[in-house]
């Protein structure tokens, strides 16, 4: 990057979303002296997904104390693996410790962001009806936030109640009651382990069933708790543990080939894993998947093979015809007759800052930008819009990376980016488009051998079959982000 001081006037910041990446975004231009920072939130409290999220049995599959920022570790986590609800607690109390809550406009959704080029701002429209500009746009609006409806047939004519699990309905009475799970992934794995020990009866409609990864979990005592408090360097430790890198690596070094050793090994756990747990022939093989592990993203849970074999509970692998009043009819004629129908079926992945609409240079769009797939320079910034920066954006790792890590990762590479605007060297930055179709060139061949490109529908997958992920392992992106490459990037 250029090194030119100059006399140049504070940059004026924009942040959209106040989840993890937004907080994390506004603490760190805040930290290095910052004073025109402005936070856009569309809901009226912090927390992002983990706000929105609060379904019972919701969990964290990334270790709390390395589900946490860097720099504001928390000695108070309740166990090995937090809950949803004290995540979201951690975020609004790091927001507020360091002085970020008045920096937020919250009910403020963002909904135009346009690159003004004569005078090198972005301008914000607000659902508020209010006007911003800012010189530099952080889009921090992460990708679980637009639900994913299924086209059930009669669903509303459904007698009782039903939801997305992300739109939590607390009128729901859920003990002793009849309740239906559409979905196998995270969120039902998790809603079937909690609703196990309250319902009269849980049916979970699970398309394909899912690779279980087990592990541990254990709640830390008030001894330990304390014991955190005192030395911070314990919390380090846990972070820092050998075994929980090694899995990781395990994984993203083995994602690059659905052949590797890494892929066979992750998969010899888990089928060990099924196979000494599940006692019951027949729902043995109905949980027994018929694609490789990891193709869609590994489920981590240290219970849901004991939870799914309780009494109360029925795992319906057939189609489902249509919902009706009384409940979910299945093609083959059965009836499941439910209280309550949970939609666990996640969320439109590939919508990230939409439906914002964002445009660049020479009236370029996002969505136009965004065709055929979403898609960013090494995950962070666009050509055509300059001065954007994504975190958590398009091709960003998934799948069993550790996300806060790869936020922040990905804020100092960023930070470079913006030195020369700061300085006065340039008033604006951006990919090349040629830079760009190169990564996206490499990044597309490499996606194709990945264990996401392996033949399973999934998440990852963009309209035309094509895993929108980083494709190349952990250490790849850790070296990617330590400095961006200037030949690669336009400085104006």
């Known amino acids: ?175 002793g009651a009849r309740v239906g799970i559409i979905g196998g992934g995270s969120t039902g794995t998790q809603l079937v382990n909690a609703l196990s020990r309250r319902v009269a009866r849980v049916v979970q409609f699970q398309r394909s069933p899912q690779w279980i990864m087990p592990v541990p979990q254990f709640p830390y005592s008030a001894e330990e708790r304390e014991a955190f408090r005192k030395d911070p360097a314990l919390m380090e430790a846990i972070r820092n543990d050998p075994q929980y890198w090694a899995n990781i690596y395990r994984f993203t070094d083995g994602l690059t080939d659905f052949t590797s050793p890494q892929m066979a090994e992750i998969e010899t756990i888990c089928r060990q894993n099924l196979e000494e747990k599940v006692t019951d022939p027949a729902l043995r093989e109905k949980l027994r998947p018929n694609y490789p592990a990891g193709c869609k993203r590994l489920i981590y849970s240290w219970e849901y093979y004991d939870c799914v074999q309780a009494p109360c509970v029925y795992v319906e692998t057939g189609s489902i015809d249509s919902i009706v009043p009384e409940g979910v009819r299945m093609r083959d004629g059965t009836l499941h007759p439910l209280d309550v129908i949970i939609l666990a079926t996640g969320f439109k992945a590939d919508q990230f800052i939409r439906p914002t609409t964002v445009t660049g240079r020479a009236g370029l769009t996002l969505d136009e930008f965004w065709e055929p797939r979403p898609t960013a320079h090494y995950a962070v910034t666009l050509p055509g819009f300059p001065n954007l920066f994504m975190l958590n954006g398009p091709t960003s790792p998934v799948g069993n990376f550790p996300l806060i890590d790869i936020a922040e990762r990905q804020w100092d590479y960023i930070e470079q980016l913006l030195a020369p605007l700061r300085q006065g060297a340039a008033v604006a930055v951006e990919p090349t488009p040629e830079a760009h179709a190169a990564y996206e060139t490499r990044r597309i061949a490499a996606a194709r051998k990945t264990i996401f490109g392996a033949g399973c529908t999934n998440w990852y997958l963009d309209k035309t079959g094509i895993p929108g992920t980083w494709p190349w392992g952990y250490q790849a992106f850790a070296d990617a982000m330590a400095a961006p490459v200037a030949e690669e990037f336009r400085f104006s």
């Not at 927001?95 to 008045?102: L, Q, R, S």
């Not at 921090?140 to 004519?157: C, K």
Request: aromatic residues 10%; hydrophobic residues 40%; negative net charge.
């Open 1 to 175: 990057m250029q090194n030119i001081q100059t006399d140049a006037k504070p940059l004026r910041y924009a942040i959209i979303g106040a989840g993890m990446s937004g907080i994390l975004a506004a603490i760190k231009l805040q930290q290095r002296g910052e004073t025109h920072i402005a936070v856009y939130e569309k809901a009226a409290a912090p927390g992002g997904t983990w706000r929105d999220n609060r379904y019972p049995g919701l969990t964290c599959d990334t270790p709390s104390h390395a589900y946490s920022y860097s720099f504001a570790l928390n000695p108070d986590w309740s166990g090995y693996y937090a809950t949803g609800a004290e995540i979201n607690a951690y975020f609004i109390k790091v927001a507020t410790d360091f002085g970020i809550v008045p920096l937020i406009h919250f009910n403020s959704e963002v909904l135009s962001c346009t690159f003004d080029e004569d005078r090198n701002v972005w301008q914000l429209g607000l659902s508020t009806g209010a006007q911003a500009e800012a010189d530099v746009v952080i889009l921090a609006s992460g990708v679980l936030h637009h639900p994913n409806l299924p086209n059930l047939p009669g669903l509303a004519s459904f007698g009782g109640k039903a939801f997305h699990s992300a739109r939590w309905d607390d009128s729901a009475v859920l003990d």
